[in-house]
Nanobody
């Protein structure tokens, strides 16, 4: 059983910073990529940032403000969010993509953490 646990969301004023953390646990042989997605009320879930062993990619709306990184601990990922804007308000979901376990290769999602930016 693979689980993703997120932390670090909250309420912040525009221009402020937050750091999201995510740790994947379980019997995991490999993960193709880890990433952060977000979903605002009434909107679809969109990619924010994704990291593989060799590259990162970001949504245009967060380039230069957000940084995704892998932790020293295995299967952890962080999202440093700076210069936050009101439009960044959403539920942020951690994703582990292409997770190889004993029986399957599939994607897993965290429960989501609320980020609210007040203007």
């Amino acid at each position: 059983q693979v689980q993703l646990v997120e932390s670090g969301g909250g309420l912040v004023q525009a221009g402020g910073s937050l750091r999201l953390s995510c740790a994947a646990s379980g019997t995991i042989y490999s993960i193709n990529a880890m990433g952060w997605y977000r979903q605002a009320p009434g909107k679809q879930r969109d990619l924010v940032a994704r990291i593989t062993s060799g590259s990162t990619n970001y949504a245009d709306s967060v380039k230069g403000r957000f940084t995704i990184s892998r932790g020293n601990a295995k299967n952890t990922v962080y999202l440093q969010m700076n210069s936050l804007k009101a439009e960044d308000t959403a539920v942020y979901y951690c994703a582990a993509l292409g997770v190889l376990t004993l029986h399957t290769r599939q994607d897993y999602w965290g429960q989501g953490t609320q980020v609210t930016v007040s203007s």
